[in-house]
């Protein structure tokens, strides 16, 4: 419950950054926003060009469900 908190407060951030930004305004609290993982809401660890975090990444690619990516092993 209490990440779901957090991800909500975060989308709020980030929706006011996006707005801010648009009207070539500066935010007020920049800082204040940062990425958070879609699946788990974790923000450490957090891998920008898949928008999820390492764990849910490694999770993902094991089963086969992230395409191009596959384990390696030698």
Known sequence: ???????LKQA???AEFLQAKREGKKS?????VYN???LC???HG???FFGICRIC?????C????????????
């Open 57 to 61: 990444f490694r999770e993902l690619a």
């Open 36 to 38: 958070r993982c879609t």
């Open 46 to 48: 957090y891998m920008r």
């Open 12 to 14: 709020k951030y980030l």
């Open 1 to 7: 419950m209490a990440r779901l908190a957090l991800k």
């Open 63 to 74: 089963n086969g469900e992230i395409p191009g990516i596959t384990k390696s092993s030698w």
């Open 28 to 32: 007020k609290y920049p800082t204040r």
């Open 41 to 43: 809401g974790r923000r």
